[in-house]
């Protein structure tokens, strides 16, 4: 009997990889753009498992899909996806937890030296035709300053590494990990607050939960530095937006990296201010990445429907 693995929603070129990973197994690849849970409702009839890219996959989708054995999300994150109605209908649902682990640190990064050196306004300068160092004015020096990172998954932990030669102080705000592993990375734990307060730069890396959505909001601005910069590749509803721009603009905070916004992408353009670096949420990516992510949760939705353990569950569907 054959298999159907609907993928919901993808932006990729084709589903090449998929269908290579499938290739041998009794199985039919769908690929479809449904978003919504209507949406997906529309498509899966019938389906045995779902990949999914961005579409929300609610209570509504599993009791409308009664033959659902998994579903794979294509990433970390799985707030799309109520994994707790998942495991009440028993379904298992898998992710890739190992996922651009080089990629988003670095592209933290990059964002970092971008806003800190003035790399865009110095690019845009020259390509208007002006030549003038002191148009960046003032700059100051990355090495030895306090970076505060928002959590401490292993996104950030990488980030402390590859920061190593800047012989930055690193604080962790974190109220889910002890303040012993915080120091064996080099780092120290402290309250959000003293992060805010002491901090020039501060990096957000925490996951996407009703307690931290607009975890950085006008509060939480009023706190940090008139020179700090503050960095998000993480969540775009992490940070208020709104309040971020005022603070900006009223040079109550030196600037910002943004790879990620609360919509994505934006109904209306987003502050434009030489103070602010944005990033079109791809700190994800690279070729590498795509193909192992791919590879992965393809290869662990069909090792399910083949009566395996999941190798990455985010649920307990027994």
């Known amino acids: 009997m054959t298999a159907t693995i609907v993928v919901t929603d993808y932006d990729f070129p084709d589903l090449s990889i998929e269908s290579a990973v499938l290739d041998d197994a009794a199985v039919e690849l769908r690929g479809e753009y449904a978003r919504t849970p209507e949406e997906v409702i529309d498509v899966a ?3 045995d498992a779902l990949l999914v890219q961005y579409a929300d996959v609610t209570d509504e989708v599993f009791e409308a899909l009664p033959d659902l054995q998994a579903v794979g999300r294509y990433g970390i994150g799985v707030d799309s996806i109520d994994v707790d109605a998942a495991a009440d209908h028993g379904v298992p649902v898998v992710n890739v937890p190992d996922y651009c682990i080089e990629e988003v640190p670095t592209h933290t ?9 003035k ?13 003038d160092w002191t148009a960046g004015k003032p700059i100051r020096r990355l090495t030895g300053a306090t970076l505060g990172l928002v959590g ?8 402390i590494e590859l920061v190593d030669g800047f012989d930055l102080e690193i604080l962790v705000y974190d109220p889910y990990v002890d303040a012993a592993d915080v120091e064996d990375a080099g780092a120290e734990k402290v309250d959000l607050d003293a992060l805010l307060e002491r901090s020039r730069y501060v990096s957000v890396h925490a996951p996407l939960t009703d307690e931290t959505r607009n975890l950085i909001d006008a509060d939480a601005l009023d706190r940090m530095r008139e020179d700090a910069i503050l960095l998000n590749t ?5 940070v208020d937006t709104d309040a971020l721009f005022e603070a900006v603009e009223a040079g109550d ?8 916004l609360p919509e994505e992408p934006p109904s209306k353009p987003p ?8 990033t079109p949420h791809v700190a994800f990516y690279s ?3 795509e193909t192992t992510m791919r590879r992965t949760v393809t290869e662990d939705v069909l090792g399910i429907l083949r009566g395996e353990a999941p190798h990455n569950p985010v649920n307990d569907a027994d």
Request: glycine share 12%.
């Open 234 to 238: 993480a969540r775009g509803p992490l």
């Open 109 to 117: 990064l990059a964002l970092l030296l971008a806003c800190v050196r």
């Open 45 to 47: 009839e019938g389906a």
């Open 152 to 159: 401490f998954g292993k996104l950030p932990r990488r980030l």
């Open 119 to 131: 790399v865009p306004s110095y690019d845009r300068a020259i390509k208007g035709g002006e030549w």
């Open 271 to 278: 502050l434009d201010h030489d103070a602010i670096v944005y």
């Open 253 to 260: 905070i030196a600037g910002a990296g943004l790879d990620v």
């Open 287 to 289: 070729e590498e990445s």
